[in-house]
């Protein structure tokens, strides 16, 4: 895969997340709890996501060439969408930004990307599932779960198309008028949750006490973002090391090295396991909404 060691770290941690969701969902099947196959349906969802995220479905341009905004964050091709590009160099050029905040930005282009991705593999499902629906002759009790899903599918995509057109207005305004001082968030995914929550059913404590969780949240991502970048540095250093040939220095780089690489893992999957949970929290508020 000719991945980053940052890469290869998130890979890791997605992997773990997967593993312990499918554990989880292997034992609700044994109890009989996911007859209409949903669950498993979703699991199958997340893990081609994944596989197109780090390019392992077979596909030659269906992820980033091996790029992270740690040391290239400057590269616009990557955004694969003309919209996207275009706010990108306009923000380049603006001289609106520092250099921190141009990596910033950066992130939230590609976690808009990412979001955009997610969206049409769910999209690319839905479809699939509805041309199996319609070509099915004779209507059945499991067929009346079937539609139950789709309902329950466009009611996702619902949602993360809300989220895309939050983020792209979002990344227009910023872009043309540079990062607000008095923003509450920083953090792509936790503006993202925020915005959210101040469209779900929660009340104003409810809604106090998410904004609390929240700024933990966004201190974890920050710590995570914290040992990407030793990771990444320690990886450099790791390979000009083994250049020199220095046995004793290699030694300790590569305690070092994994040392990190760990911790980096570590801290990957707690992110992810954290966000999950939070944007469960959402969707339950945003489809108590709709009823």
Do not use: C
């Not at 499918?22 to 893990?47: F, I, M, V």
């Not at 593999?121 to 599932?129: A, G, H, N, P, Y």
């Not at 199996?132 to 993360?160: A, F, G, Q, T």
């Amino acid at each position: 895969l000719q991945l980053s060691a940052v890469k290869l770290a998130e890979l890791h941690s997605d992997l773990k997340l997967q593993e312990k969701d499918e554990l989880s969902w292997k034992k609700l099947k044994a109890e009989g709890l996911d007859e209409d196959g949903e669950k498993e349906a979703k699991l199958r969802r997340n893990l081609n996501v994944i596989m197109t995220k780090y390019g392992m479905n077979g596909k030659k341009d269906s992820h980033l060439v091996d790029t992270n905004y740690i040391k290239d964050g400057t590269d616009s091709d990557a955004l694969d969408d003309p919209r996207l590009e275009k706010l990108w160099s306009k923000a380049k050029t603006s001289g609106k930004f520092s250099d921190e905040e141009l990596d910033k930005l950066w992130r939230e282009f590609k976690h808009h990307k990412e979001k955009i991705r997610e969206y049409n593999i769910l999209l690319e499902t839905v479809s699939r599932t509805e041309d199996i629906h319609k070509n099915v002759i004779n209507p059945s009790e499991e067929n009346l779960v079937k539609e139950e899903i789709l309902h329950s599918k466009h009611r996702e995509l619902k949602d993360k198309l809300r989220s895309i057109n939050q983020g792209f207005e979002r990344l227009r305004k910023v872009s043309h008028q540079g990062y607000d001082t008095t923003s509450e968030f920083e953090e792509p995914r936790v503006i993202d949750l925020w915005d959210m929550a101040k469209s779900a059913n929660f009340t104003e404590k409810e809604l106090e006490s998410f904004r609390e969780e929240l700024k933990h949240f966004e201190a974890k991502i920050e710590k995570h973002h914290h040992y990407q970048k030793q990771l990444e540095i320690s990886h450099q250093k790791l390979k000009h090391v083994e250049e020199t040939g220095d046995k004793d220095h290699l030694n300790r780089n590569k305690e070092k090295y994994a040392m990190l690489e760990e911790k980096t893992k570590e801290l990957g999957y707690k992110v992810k396991k954290h966000l999950q949970d939070l944007s469960s929290r959402i969707s339950q508020g945003l489809q108590h909404n709709e009823l």
